[in-house]
């Protein structure tokens, strides 16, 4: 049977899309020892570690979901052993605070330094006192947060990409005077998609003229967005994109840069809509003031949601195979994570297409010249 | 009787699926009708469902 003709190829391509499979399979724990646990924690009530299988995953998905102070690959069970390395922890209470996130022992335990003491709640940082103490009011604690500018895992995929963005396109831009004219290297895999970008995206949205200058932008957000969302596939367990503040801060861009470049008539079509009756104008400014504020507001509200989403889904199938712990429950979690996986790998590509298409339409608009007068 | 926000987070997403269906249905119809414009067809409905899917997220993260 032949099931492709360029068989390395093949397999490769399978390795690739099996990879998010094996990514997220740690909250394994023996059926006896849960359901004494269960049994015991009744028992003790409320405040006690989750120990049944299925709060067992819906903490871990909580836990993958937010962003780490510390890099961790596995934690084994039996013995509680975090498989990983700690990250470094910058914080700005009255100066600067640097130490490791060793001290936090991932959260279990207060780290002091310089004699402050401080404490992980949810993967965020307060104050406390020798004890770790903790005042909570409505579920939230009172503490006071210190400025937190640690390098956390998010932190790490982002320079960690922007590196690799660095490397693979200035060898792309160099190889073009090497070569005469011909891209070579690792970075010749990618010279499609920066004409598909040219070409199909920013041309056609915001014109022969003034595209060159949005060009840059255009192409950095689209491959961050894209490796990022990558990236978020892989055993790493990154979740980048799908952090509302980082996803804000690219819609936020976005806005800046429709708002600073854009023409006299985009701001004459928000204030003063021509080509239509006078009380019309009134009602319909704030309505276009309110546009320009929804338009990158659904921006970061899309990318999020679509990682967030696909992230907990994947997860949550894989989950099954710990709740239904039979043969049907590992090959229906393997069949679906795998059909999910690969469209995962297209949502990814999808929604870095849909971010950068939405921005040149944005600035295309910003830059629309004044033709069609009768149409309006 | 108050009715939880859970309800009409619902009733939107039926709505935003209700949408993505007739986008993708009419995107099929144009193209089966113009081969030759498929790309263009293909852009065209892909920015109108992600407009769509925005307002089907933002009422799931509101419920």
């Known amino acids: 049977m032949v099931i492709s003709n360029k068989p390395l190829r093949f397999i490769v391509a399978t390795l690739i899309a099996c990879l998010p499979l094996i990514s997220f399979a740690n909250p394994e724990v023996d059926t006896v020892k849960v359901k004494t646990e269960v ?46 390395f700690s990250l470094p922890i910058i914080l700005w209470d009255n100066g600067l605070q640097v130490f490791s996130s060793s001290k936090f022992h991932h959260g279990e335990e207060t780290a002091e330094h310089n004699g402050n003491f401080y404490v992980l709640h949810h993967e965020k940082i307060y104050k ?134 854009a023409n006299k008539n985009y701001w004459a079509h928000i204030f003063w809509m021509p080509g ?38 994947l997860m949550s199938i894989i989950g099954l195979m710990f709740i239904f712990k039979s043969w049907i429950g590992s090959t229906l979690s393997f069949g679906l994570a795998f059909a999910l996986s690969i469209l995962e790998i297209l949502v990814a590509f999808l929604q870095a297409y849909i971010f950068t298409m939405l921005s040149a339409l944005y600035f295309g608009a910003g830059n629309e010249e004044h033709h069609h007068e009768e149409a309006h | 009787m108050e009715i939880p926000t859970i309800v009409g987070a619902g009733l939107i997403v039926i709505g935003a699926g209700l949408g993505i269906g007739r986008i993708g249905g009419s995107a099929m119809d144009a193209i089966a009708r113009q081969p030759e414009a498929s790309g263009k067809i293909q852009t065209a409905m892909l920015i109108a469902a992600a407009l769509i899917e925005g307002i089907g997220f933002a009422a799931l993260f509101a419920s």
Do not use: Q, W
């Open chain 1, 276 to 313: 239509v009756p006078t009380p019309m104008k009134f009602i319909l400014a704030p309505i276009e003031l309110l546009g320009t504020i929804i338009k990158p507001f659904s921006l970061m509200i899309r990318l999020y949601a679509n990682i967030l989403a696909g992230h907990v889904v």
């Open chain 1, 39 to 84: 049994a015991h924690d009744a028992a003790e009530g409320a405040h006690a570690e989750p120990t049944d299988v299925k709060s067992k995953i819906k903490a871990f998905i909580n836990h993958h979901l937010l962003d780490a102070h510390d890099f961790t690959f596995n934690v084994d069970e039996a013995t509680g052993v975090h498989n990983g």
């Open chain 1, 128 to 261: 406390t006192d020798a004890s770790g103490t903790l005042i909570e009011e409505h579920g939230h604690p009172t503490n006071a947060a210190p400025l937190d500018l640690s390098i956390t895992k998010s932190v790490i995929g982002i320079l960690g990409i922007a590196l690799l963005m660095f490397v693979l396109f200035t060898g792309l831009a160099k190889s073009y005077g090497k070569n005469n004219g011909i891209a070579s290297g690792a970075g010749r895999f990618f010279e499609p998609l920066v004409l598909y970008i040219r070409d199909e995206i920013a041309i056609p949205n915001i014109g022969e003229k003034g595209y060159k200058k949005y060009m840059s932008y255009l192409l950095t957000i689209f491959f961050f967005i894209f490796f990022l969302n990558i990236l978020g596939l892989t055993p790493l367990g990154f979740n980048v994109t799908g952090n509302i503040a980082i996803t804000a801060s690219l819609a936020l861009l976005t806005y800046l840069i429709t708002t600073f470049t």
